[in-house]
């Protein structure tokens, strides 16, 4: 992707604290004794990105994970987004995957384990035939 305009900072991709986050470096050369300005870009629509925020992180908290090349980022600065290129995107994907510690992956295993012992514990038995209470009807008693 060809940038719209040239980018002064660069975007990266950071985590911050627990979260794989798209930002703009407002201080490339960020000191590990001071805090830094980030500019912290929301996920809007596939590879599309919307600014959000500014915040000032301790350099404890962020860490770069990847500084994305201008080739692949295509900023327009009067509607403040940013469109990543497609593998940029899978990528920031698989970051924060890894970058959670397996969390979003162990969390989706647990709702998976959940609904399979559900379904196993109030299936019905073969033959039972199911309603729904909104179309069971109550029908009387032939005699």
Do not use: W
């Amino acid at each position: 992707m060809d940038s719209s305009s040239p980018t002064p900072f660069p975007f990266a991709f950071v985590q911050i604290k627990d979260a794989v986050c798209l930002v703009q470096l407002t201080n490339p050369s960020m000191s590990p004794l001071m805090y830094s300005d980030v500019r912290i870009f929301r996920h809007e629509f596939i590879t599309i990105f919307r600014y959000s925020h500014c915040a000032s992180v301790h350099p404890s908290d962020i860490h770069v994970l990847e500084v994305l090349d201008d080739r692949s980022t295509s900023y327009e600065e009067e509607q403040e987004t940013v469109c990543l290129a497609r593998e940029v995107m899978a990528r920031m994907q698989r970051l924060s995957r890894i970058g959670l510690g397996g969390a979003m992956s162990s969390t989706a295993s647990q709702q998976k384990q959940h609904y399979q012992y559900t379904k196993t514990a109030t299936a019905p038995a073969h033959g039972t035939r199911m309603q729904s209470p909104r179309t069971s009807r109550r029908v009387a008693p032939i005699h």
